[in-house]
């Protein structure tokens, strides 16, 4: 059975296969209207103050995932009808006050928010700053510090609190990680979807013999589908209406040949080269670091490659990449890419499309998925392509000097980033992720369990082919354009 | 000019695909026919069963495996140049 980590998936999932289902019977646009009635039955709300709340949030849900009403490109979006129920205020003063007499609180506060009525420190909320100093002070440990999980959550800097005190994202410095899609307590942060599109397009191919739609899965499905086995997945895929499933694993052993060419031929001259798998990480070097941007690795994403190939052997080609990421769904606007992936679905959206389509996993039989290396299918996590660079550089016997920081969320990453533009960084790659553990960590994912990335290696070690250049033996990739060109 | 395609998707691939590319490739390149047979991979041809699942031109799909190559590429290509 299908397992959800929380309510806030489940919700979501909801939307999403109620959305599927009508697309499936071609309904969707006289009929969507209903989809509240369907999932919030009443009479009695299951999580907010009255079930008339709780259908209007699935109003917007539906309309963010069918795409309407929204003029902002980005594909995060805050739900405005969800997001009411954090608290105001940040800084509390708690029972814990003893009002004790060295009032370090007030001394330390730079802007004269403390002040003590009867024996008790008091924050005016005009006042305070949110600079948290009060709190590290206080020898009690009395003030507590209700931060919003999405901001706490975005390592970006990009969300803050407007004057109605919903969340608010700055498109500017939104780099579409998903951390705060994750961590929203009630799901008011949700990412664009795609899964009209894809479904339209599977429908499409069914009656179009010039049409051969493939869904290109990335290496973190390992982890996702813990009630079944991922052959029975691949099957399952497929009988969405795929004409087949290939690993974007493979991409990735394109991705690390020409990565590990690429440093080789160029680390003498740039110093430090970042990765480019990860689109968010990319991102956030483009708007926060953009004195040292001409050190991102030009190699595309292995989703891209991949995408590259298939086009390349099959004309009549369409692709859909489905993986645990959100930042995907930006990197397939960026225009130079529009010739290779043409949609983005999450894993989230995945299981809600299978179960749409009454497609039953546990009673499919095992399909194979078997493309790539045991190096393209670790690179879904925190340390597979340096891992993979090494090895290709061993194999090809190059003379460098391969120094990676493997940096593990987008903290680790700013370091790193930090270190690099004033010449200090104690090594010469930066491998960046800007989710935890890497892509199994990623924001759109089922789980976020510590067994992941012993999953990743297990599958990992199923790979028929054990080196990149076995993977790729029979390709003749010296035509596909791997570089980009950053807008 | 005639096109062999082999598929390369997962099934095929397990059963030896690659290996048949690369045997036929050198076929191909031993007898000096590069202007008249190609060589392509291809995903799934949609018959799994039938791996490793090759297709000369559009004629129906020979399932071919990678002992196998030499006498395949006799029959259905040489015979027909």
Excluded: W
Excluded at chain 1, 47 to 61: P, S
Excluded at chain 1, 468 to 481: A, T
Excluded at chain 2, 20 to 37: H, Y
């Amino acid at each position: 059975m299908r397992r959800f980590e929380n309510h806030v998936q489940k919700i979501k999932y909801e939307v999403l296969r109620e959305i599927s289902r009508l697309v499936l019977e071609g309904t969707l646009k006289e009929k969507k209207h209903l989809i509240p009635e369907v999932i919030d039955k009443g009479p009695e709300p299951r999580t907010r103050c009255c079930i008339h709340k709780e259908r209007a949030i699935t109003v917007e849900r539906v309309n963010l995932a069918i795409g309407d009403n929204y003029t902002s490109n980005n594909v995060i979006q805050v739900l405005d009808e969800a997001c009411d129920e954090c608290p105001i205020d940040r800084f509390v003063v708690t029972e814990a006050c003893r009002g004790c007499l060295a009032h370090r609180c007030t001394d330390v506060c730079p802007v004269g928010a403390i002040t003590f009525i009867n024996h008790r420190a008091y924050i005016n909320q005009h006042k305070c700053i949110e600079c948290g100093k009060c709190k590290n002070v206080c020898p009690y440990n009395a003030i507590s510090d209700v931060m919003r999980p999405c901001r706490r959550a975005c390592r970006a800097d990009a969300l803050s609190i407007n004057e109605k005190k919903k969340a608010v994202i700055d498109d500017e410095k939104c780099i579409q990680c998903g951390a705060c899609v994750y961590q929203c307590p009630f799901g008011a942060i949700m990412d664009k979807s795609y899964i009209i599109d894809a479904l339209e397009l599977l429908k499409e191919s069914r009656l179009d013999s010039n049409l051969n739609v493939y869904a290109i899965i990335a290496p973190a499905i390992s982890s996702q589908f813990t009630y079944v086995k991922i052959e029975q997945v691949i099957t399952g895929i497929k009988k969405l209406g795929f004409h087949d499933v290939v690993e974007v694993a493979l991409g990735a052993d394109m991705v690390a040949l020409h990565e590990t060419k690429e440093y080789a031929e160029s680390i003498e001259e740039k110093n430090v080269i970042t990765s480019s798998c990860c689109p968010a990480f990319v991102s956030y070097i483009q708007k926060n670091y953009p004195e040292i941007k001409d050190k991102i690795s030009s190699t595309v994403s292995p989703m891209i490659a991949i995408s590259k190939l298939i086009k390349k052997i099959d004309p009549k080609g369409k692709v859909v990449f489905i993986g645990p990421c959100t930042a995907k769904k930006m990197e397939i606007k960026q225009e130079n890419f529009s010739e290779s992936t043409d949609y983005v679905i999450t894993f989230e959206e995945l299981a809600a499309m299978i179960d749409a389509a009454d497609i039953r996993l546990e009673e499919c039989e095992e399909g194979l998925l078997n493309n790539a290396s045991f190096f393209g299918r670790i690179f879904a996590r925190s340390g597979g392509l340096s891992e993979a660079i090494n090895h290709i550089i061993e194999e090809e016997n190059l003379e460098v000097d391969f120094r990676p920081i493997r940096c593990d969320g987008l903290d680790e990453c700013d370091k790193a980033l930090k270190m690099t533009k004033v010449n200090r960084l104690n090594g010469n790659f930066i491998e960046g992720m800007a989710c935890k553990g890497g892509c199994i960590g990623g924001a759109a994912s089922l789980t976020h369990g510590p067994k992941d990335k012993n999953e990743v290696d297990k599958y990992g070690k199923l790979a028929l082919e054990s080196k990149v250049k076995d993977s790729l033996r029979i390709f003749d990739v010296d035509d596909i354009e791997f570089h980009r060109k950053f807008s | 000019m005639k096109t062999i395609n082999v598929c390369i998707g997962s099934a095929c691939h397990l059963k030896g695909a690659y290996n048949v590319v690369n045997s036929l490739q050198k076929i191909v390149k031993e007898k000096g026919l590069k202007d008249e047979v190609t060589v392509k991979a291809a995903f799934c041809l949609g018959e799994c069963t039938k791996a490793v699942s090759v297709k000369v031109d559009d004629k129906p799909i020979v399932s071919v495996s990678d002992t196998e190559v030499e006498e395949f590429f006799k029959e259905y290509i040489l015979r027909g140049l």
